[in-house]
């Protein structure tokens, strides 16, 4: 990014109205707030202007977003940079055939859901997709576990890292929660909100200021002291707070990109990477529909069971009243599956 671009609005977290997207955004009803330079959006547009003329699929829906960054918290996005295959390509490989492998979409669909409802995952690894994401490096951290992808990340030993922070907006900065050690209670309020933001935006900002003090740069990249040497960009960093953001291309396989939604667009994820899991169900929506439709009927929407839990719902089906001490489970298992079942 141009740094001379940045604004002191980067530190904070950006409720202003959000900027038109760029070329061909209109189509695809996505606004982009302002996350790239003048030189970075005009990249984007030419990339989005150019068209190449393939053998290979092609998928509309998908070509629509195609580079286009998609806004994620207040200063991320995730935006698609290629991929191979579609929802055919599944089949296709399903049936190790020598043409599309189409038959009948009726048919396709059947083969699609049958293959993800028994768990038959190969197929699903013939299409990749790849990622350009910016993210809080808190974000980064959980997102790195996933080790089943190909990542490059943005270095901030070559580079210097932009003055952005992630500032939750006031309505996701949570309490702890009393009942899960994981996750978060009630929205705070009043006054302690207003510091608990005040710190956050307090902290960044002195970080940041630091940062660029020890590499000895100002804003535009210029020595702040030219009596001074500057500390290597590789040891400045170490001083940052994990809200600043960082950037990866990530690569995947359309089985693991599933895997991965799974656990982080799922409730129990950090709402900071369920907020990019969601974005890219969407994507996977528009990518690969008939896979979208399986993945949320079987996976997504779709609950395991153990074998106590099996036999217990065997028994209310018979008709038993049932209690937790009489049910075979564990407190926490029973609650679990009454969650599971609606019924707490
Ligand atoms: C809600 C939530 C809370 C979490 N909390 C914590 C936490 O407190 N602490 C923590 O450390 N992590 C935590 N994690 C991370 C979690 O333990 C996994 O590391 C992460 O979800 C990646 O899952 P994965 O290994 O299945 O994915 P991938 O790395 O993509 O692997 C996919 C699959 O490939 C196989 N595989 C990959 N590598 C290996 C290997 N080396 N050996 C054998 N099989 C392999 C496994 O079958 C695996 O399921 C949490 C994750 C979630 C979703």
Redesign the pocket.
């Known amino acids: 990014m141009d740094r001379s671009k940045q604004d002191e609005n980067k530190v904070g977290y950006d409720s202003e109205p959000q900027d038109e997207a760029p070329d061909g955004a209109a189509a695809t009803g996505l606004r982009a707030r302002k996350l790239l330079s003048e030189a970075q959006e005009r990249e984007v547009r030419e990339l989005r202007s150019s068209r190449y003329e393939t053998r290979r699929t092609t998928v509309e829906a998908l070509e629509e977003v195609l580079f286009e960054p998609i806004p994620v918290l207040d200063h991320g996005f995730v935006r698609v940079v290629d991929y191979m295959g579609d929802d055919a390509a599944i089949t296709q490989a399903a049936r190790v055939s020598y043409g599309r492998g189409t038959k009948k979409l009726r048919e396709d669909s059947g083969l699609i859901r049958y293959l993800l409802r028994h768990r038959h995952t190969t197929p699903f690894e013939m299409c990749e997709i790849k990622f350009h994401i910016k993210l809080p490096i808190f974000v980064a951290r959980?997102w790195i576990?996933?080790?089943?992808?190909n990542v490059n990340e943005y270095s901030a030993r070559y580079s210097v890292l932009d003055r952005e922070f992630y500032i939750p907006a006031p309505e996701h900065l949570a309490a702890q929660s009393a009942s899960n050690r994981?996750g978060r209670g009630d929205v705070l309020e009043g006054e302690e909100a207003a510091e608990v933001l005040e710190t956050l935006k307090q902290g960044a900002a002195r970080a940041y200021g630091e940062y660029e003090r020890m590499l000895n740069q100002d804003e535009e990249g210029n020595p702040q002291d030219p009596e001074r040497q500057g500390l290597a960009r590789e040891l400045a960093r170490i001083s940052l707070p994990i809200n600043v953001y960082t950037q990866w291309y990530w690569k995947v396989d359309l089985h693991?990109l599933m895997?991965?939604l799974s656990?982080?667009a799922?409730p129990?994820?950090q709402y900071e990477i369920r907020a990019y899991a969601e974005v890219m169900v969407d994507i996977l929506k528009r990518w690969v529909p008939i896979t979208h439709q399986a993945f949320e009927d079987y996976v997504a929407g779709a609950t395991g069971l153990s074998a106590p839990a099996m036999a217990l719902i065997k028994r209310m089906l018979a008709g038993e009243t049932v209690e937790q001490e009489t049910s075979g489970l564990s407190a926490r298992e029973w609650r679990e599956l009454m969650e599971q079942l609606d019924r707490q």
Do not use: C, G, P, V
């Not at 576990?145 to 992808?149: L, N, S």
């Open positions: 959980q576990r996933h080790r089943t992808a994981q693991n895997h991965f656990l982080r799922d129990h994820a």
